[in-house]
Each structure stands twice: as C-alpha cells, then as structure tokens.
T-cell receptor
Framework: EAGVAQSPRYKIIEKRQSVAFWCNPISGHATLYWYQQILGQGPKLLIQFQNNGVVDDSQLPKDRFSAERLKGVDSTLKIQPAKLEDSAVYLC?????WGGGAVNSPLHFGNGTRLTVT | AQSVTQPDIHITVSEGASLELRCNYSYGATPYLFWYVQSPGQGLQLLLKYFSGDTLVQGIKGFEAEFKRSQSSFNLRKPSVHWSDAAEYFCAVTPGNQFYFGTGTSLTVIP
C-alpha cells in the first residue's frame, strides 16, 4: 500500500511569514494526525482528525496554527505568522480507525516536512 | 497523566553486540505499547506493538520487546546489532485515544 505522503520535504522561511504543509494519508485511513517534532524530542501531537472532524486540538497554538481536512482525506497545516520556535519537523500520520489501541490501527507516518524559520 | 520515559538519550554499541533500549511508562492500566524507529530524514516506522497476551513480542528487523507489568516497562532488544540499525528509537503508549511518545534514544553503531 502507498504510504503517507507529505510535501514539501523542506521549507525555509523568515519569521512572521506564513507556510503551509500538505498531507495525504493512506487510503481508507479515517484518522489523521499532525505532530510537531522539535530536534532532540519526541513527536508532540498538534491536532487529530477523525474523518473531517477534529478530535483533539488541545495542543495546537490556535493563534498561529490552523489545520483542515475538508473532505476527510488529505489535510493542510498552516502557520501564520511563523516564529523562530516553530522550527521543527512536522509529521503527518494516519491510522485506520480512531483509537490507536485497536490491533490494526497503529500510526503510519509520512517522512515529514522540515521547517526552518530564520 | 500518561507519560513515557526513555532514560537513555544516546547509546553506542559495536556491530554484532546485543542491544537493549529502555522504556518506562506511567499509566493506571495496561496501555497499548509501541516501538518506532526513525532514520535520519525519515518518518517513524513501526517496529512492533503490544496489545495483550504474550508479553514477549516480535517485530521487524529482528527486534523484540518484553512487557513487564510489575516494572511498567517495555524494553526493546536485539541480539546482534547491524550497522543499519543506527537510528533514533521512540517508545510510545496509548490508552486508546492518543499516542504519547518518549523523547527517544539515539543509537550509534560502531563497526
């Protein structure tokens, strides 16, 4: 099966600029996640979608970050305006159903987008 | 609150030597447990998972992990490390609705 697709792979912007990332999950996967991975740390959940609805966005800095999954398939994550501390790898992941505890529902990750804010 | 601790930030082993990466979790019940590996510039790849049953689980690339309820641990092992195993390893737990990741252990393999 095709994996989780993300683009772009790399992005360099200046602070206060805006940026958008795109993710296409594995076909049929209802749940989509955006994670932020700062260098030397584990992934931190930003937002979780179940189909086109938001399940958890409690750690999303809503004053500058936004995400959507309009048709329940692909998703975009936007940062506007970017800050220096937003420099990180942004990982998209998908799972078959909501709730990672199901036997057939581990997370499948894309290769990520590395964002550098200067 | 759920949490995952990986005590070792960095480990160096010689090729062919055995490996054990530690993972401890904090959760009121038995969570679902995972190990992921991340090669440079790549996303995370699932190595193995534990849901229930046999506490010793086998994964890909010759890795295995043992769940020990009494120690709240889920340590990853490999009997003989290959140079291609050099990567970042993340332990993760989920009570069923959200994944919590450890801070990772970076593995260096010496030829």
């Amino acid at each position: 099966e095709a994996g989780v697709a993300q683009s772009p792979r790399y992005k360099i912007i200046e602070k206060r600029q805006s940026v958008a990332f795109w993710c296409n999950p594995i076909s049929g996967h209802a749940t989509l996640y955006w994670y932020q991975q700062i260098l030397g740390q584990g992934p931190k959940l930003l937002i979780q979608f179940q189909n086109n609805g938001v399940v958890d966005d409690s750690q999303l800095p809503k004053d500058r970050f936004s995400a959507e999954r309009l048709k329940g398939v692909d998703s975009t994550l936007k940062i506007q305006p970017a800050k220096l501390e937003d420099s990180a790898v942004y990982l998209c992941a998908s799972s078959l159903i909501w709730g990672g505890g199901a036997v057939n529902s581990p997370l499948h990750f894309g290769n990520g987008t590395r964002l550098t804010v200067t | 609150a759920q949490s995952v601790t990986q005590p070792d930030i960095h480990i160096t082993v010689s090729e062919g030597a055995s490996l054990e990466l530690r993972c401890n979790y904090s959760y009121g019940a038995t969570p679902y447990l995972f190990w992921y590996v991340q090669s440079p510039g790549q996303g995370l790849q699932l190595l193995l998972k534990y849901f229930s049953g046999d506490t010793l689980v086998q994964g890909i690339k010759g890795f295995e992990a043992e769940f020990k309820r009494s120690q709240s641990s889920f340590n990853l092992r490999k009997p003989s490390v290959h140079w291609s195993d050099a990567a970042e390893y993340f332990c993760a737990v989920t009570p069923g609705n959200q994944f919590y990741f450890g801070t990772g252990t970076s593995l260096t393999v010496i030829p």
